[in-house]
């Protein structure tokens, strides 16, 4: 019997993912699972780009905003959550579409979790007080000495992110990188990848855009409404981070927004590099026409049978 398939849309914040997504799964009568992990939380709406509701009624989607912010979700339960849906989704589908921009989500779910080793607390525990007394700044920069490979594509103003890369790094002597695509569980499915390619600069021109689309519909007050919890893992985040040093009176609403754009272009910046390491992906331009994509993942297709 054949193997089922997981397309999976890739590529940069503000690409065109969602929309690429739904006109895939429209053509293949199937279901779509986010993998952007910002999307699974419900209180983040305006900020992470969830799909609009009446996208959402076209197709069947999954993990968006399926956890509240103080519930912890790691990528290690989505891998178990999404392999669990995939099983019964394959089940009455041939083909099921994944789409989402994080990729150590991604490879999660195509590849399983890498194997680290066992970190002692108090590793963390001397962490969170440097960073209290240091500032970020300072482990950002151990972590860009000790780890280069992962500082550059890792958010590296995420504290959670970073403490967690320095531990593996103070507990282990290796960089976090080197444990990173070590293991690779074997899968029940055939995996086709597309990536949608842009030049940089209609990247950062559609990021921009999204931004200011943003700021009109709403994020200030959705920020605002989420104050109390600054402070936890999920809301760590672009968009949020920025405007929260807003609403605390550390700087103007325009200032803001030019970090939440800056931010967001380096954000898209990492994603490229992580995902063009991967060389299953398939690349196609953001413009390329509908028709011909579905040729490219055809092809894609025959080459796994």
């Known amino acids: 019997m054949a193997l089922k398939t997981l397309l999976v849309v890739a590529g ?7 929309a690429l997504a739904i006109k895939l ?4 009568e199937t279901e779509i699972l986010s993998a ?5 939380f419900a209180e983040m709406n305006i900020g992470t780009a ?4 009446e996208e959402l009624q076209m197709v069947p989607h999954h993990f ?6 103080q519930e912890p979700y790691s990528v290690g339960d989505f891998e178990r959550d999404a392999l669990a849906l995939l099983e019964q989704l394959f089940k009455v589908h041939d083909l099921v579409i994944m789409v989402g921009g994080s990729g150590l989500y991604i490879d999660a779910v195509l590849y399983g979790m890498d194997s680290f080793p066992k970190i002692d607390p108090s590793v963390r525990e001397a962490l969170n007080k440097d960073l209290e007394l240091q500032g970020l700044g300072s482990l950002q920069e151990e972590l860009t000495n000790a780890d280069p490979d992962y500082a550059q594509k890792v958010d590296i103003q995420n504290p959670q992110r970073v403490l967690r890369a320095l531990e593996v790094w103070r507990a ?3 960089p976090y990188s080197s444990y990173l695509g070590r293991k690779k569980n074997a899968r029940s499915f055939n995996a086709v990848i ?4 842009a030049e ?3 990247i950062y021109k559609r990021i921009n855009e999204r931004v200011d689309k943003m700021m009109e519909a709403g994020l200030l007050t959705e920020v605002e409404s989420l104050k109390e919890y600054k402070d936890l893992n999920a809301l760590q985040t672009v968009g949020y981070k920025e405007l929260f040093k807003h609403v605390e009176g550390h700087c103007t609403l325009e200032q803001a927004v030019e970090e939440i754009k800056k931010n967001s272009r380096r954000f898209a910046k990492r994603q490229g590099t992580w995902f063009r390491k991967n060389k299953s992906i398939v690349w196609v331009p953001h413009n390329m026409p509908f028709n011909l994509i579905l040729e490219r993942i055809a092809q894609e297709m025959n080459k796994n049978r």
Do not use: C, E, M
Not at 194 to 197: K, L
């Open 172 to 174: 282990s002597g290796k």
């Open 50 to 53: 969830v799909p609009a509701p």
């Open 64 to 69: 968006i905003q399926h956890k509240n912010i």
């Open 36 to 40: 952007d992990s910002r999307q699974f």
């Open 12 to 18: 940069a914040t503000g690409i065109g993912k969602t």
């Open 25 to 28: 799964a429209l053509h293949y």
């Open 200 to 202: 940089r600069a209609v």
């Open 194 to 197: 597309v990536g949608i390619d």
